[in-house]
C-alpha cells in the first residue's frame, strides 16, 4: 500500500490549504465538504462550509459549554506523583558529609533514597486525537471523544505536565493511505479549551476539512468518492496517549468518563 503523508506544523495551514482552489486536474470532483441542505447538516453538524470555517476560527461556545459540564466527571486529584532522588542522613550511606563529620556528628552519612513529588514541570506528555470514522457514525459522538481528550490533557497541565496535542485522520482510498496529521498544540502553548473545542469535538474538522484535504491532495487514480475508509490511528511514541473515535468505548458518556479516569489513573500511582 502507498502512503501520503500530508503533515501541517498547526491548524492554520490545515485551514489555508483547506480553503485553496481545487487543482486543475480536480475540477471536475464533488465536493462534499461544500454540500449544503438538511442531511448535510446532519451529517456535519453546519449548515455551510463557511458556517464551519467561522466556528474554527472563532471558536465553538456550544462545544466550550458541553466540555465545562462534562469536566464534572472526572475523578482526578490532579496530583500526578513521580520519583525523585532526594538524600537522607544516617550512620552509613552511600558518601559522607564532611562538615558532619568534622562536628562530630554520628550520622554524617549521606543515603539517597527516592521520594514522591507532585512536580512535573518538564515533562511533556504526547496525545494524538485520532477523529477518523466512517459515515454510519453518529455525529453525536464527536463531541464526547474530543471532550474526553481535552479533559485528559487540562488535567495533565493543571497537574504539571507539559502537553502537545496532534489531529490525526487517515484513511485507505484504493490502496492509498492519506496520513493527515495536524499539530493543534506545542508543548508550551496554553490549552486553550475554546479554540481548541471545534478541532477536537465538531463532526465538521472531519466532514468538512478533511473532506477538502482529501478532494485536493487525493491523486485521480485512487479518488474515491467516499473518501475511503478509516484507518485507526497507532502511537509513534512510547506513552504517547491516542485517543480514537473508532475506540468502543466511546458508546456512551458514561463510558467515554469512565475510559478517561482510567487513562488519568496511571499518572496518579
Known amino acids: 500500500m502507498k502512503t501520503k503523508e500530508i503533515h501541517f506544523d498547526s491548524i492554520s495551514a490545515l485551514v489555508n490549504r483547506a480553503l485553496a482552489p481545487m487543482p486543475e486536474e480536480f475540477t471536475g470532483r464533488a465536493q462534499e465538504s461544500r454540500s449544503t441542505g438538511a442531511e448535510a447538516e446532519k451529517f456535519t453538524g453546519t449548515s455551510t462550509f463557511q458556517e464551519a470555517c467561522r466556528l474554527a476560527t472563532e471558536g465553538w461556545s456550544a462545544g466550550r459549554k458541553r466540555l465545562l459540564e462534562s469536566q464534572r466527571e472526572i475523578e482526578f486529584a490532579g496530583s500526578c506523583k513521580s520519583l525523585e532522588p532526594e538524600f537522607f542522613f544516617d550512620v552509613a550511606g552511600d558518601e559522607p558529609e564532611v562538615a558532619r563529620f568534622l562536628e562530630g556528628e554520628p550520622e554524617n552519612m549521606m543515603e539517597y533514597q527516592f521520594d514522591y513529588t507532585d512536580k512535573q514541570a518538564n515533562k511533556v506528555q504526547?496525545?494524538?486525537?485520532?477523529?477518523?470514522?466512517?459515515?454510519?457514525?453518529?455525529?453525536?459522538?464527536?463531541?464526547?471523544?474530543?471532550?474526553?481528550?481535552?479533559?485528559?490533557?487540562?488535567?495533565?497541565?493543571?497537574?504539571?505536565?507539559?502537553?502537545?496535542?496532534?489531529?490525526?485522520?487517515?484513511?485507505?482510498?484504493?490502496?492509498?493511505?492519506?496520513?493527515?496529521?495536524?499539530?493543534?498544540?506545542?508543548?508550551?502553548?496554553?490549552?486553550?479549551?475554546?479554540?481548541?473545542?471545534?478541532?477536537?469535538?465538531?463532526?465538521?474538522?472531519?466532514?468538512?476539512?478533511?473532506f477538502a484535504l482529501y478532494e485536493r491532495e487525493c491523486p485521480q487514480e485512487f479518488y474515491c468518492h467516499s473518501y475511503g475508509g478509516s484507518v485507526k490511528t497507532k502511537p509513534k511514541h512510547e506513552g504517547e496517549i491516542v485517543v480514537s473515535i473508532a475506540d468502543p468505548q466511546f458508546g456512551s458518556d458514561r463510558d467515554a468518563w469512565t475510559y478517561c479516569n482510567e487513562v488519568l489513573a496511571r499518572f496518579n500511582d
Open 126 to 210: 504526547k496525545i494524538t486525537l485520532d477523529i477518523c470514522t466512517g459515515a454510519g457514525t453518529s455525529a453525536d459522538r464527536f463531541p464526547r471523544v474530543g471532550a474526553c481528550m481535552l479533559m485528559i490533557a487540562d488535567a495533565l497541565e493543571s497537574a504539571g505536565y507539559r502537553v502537545e496535542i496532534d489531529l490525526s485522520m487517515i484513511s485507505d482510498s484504493k490502496g492509498l493511505k492519506i496520513d493527515v496529521l495536524a499539530r493543534m498544540k506545542e508543548a508550551d502553548q496554553p490549552l486553550d479549551l475554546n479554540s481548541l473545542a471545534f478541532w477536537s469535538m465538531h463532526p465538521s474538522a472531519l466532514r468538512r476539512f478533511e
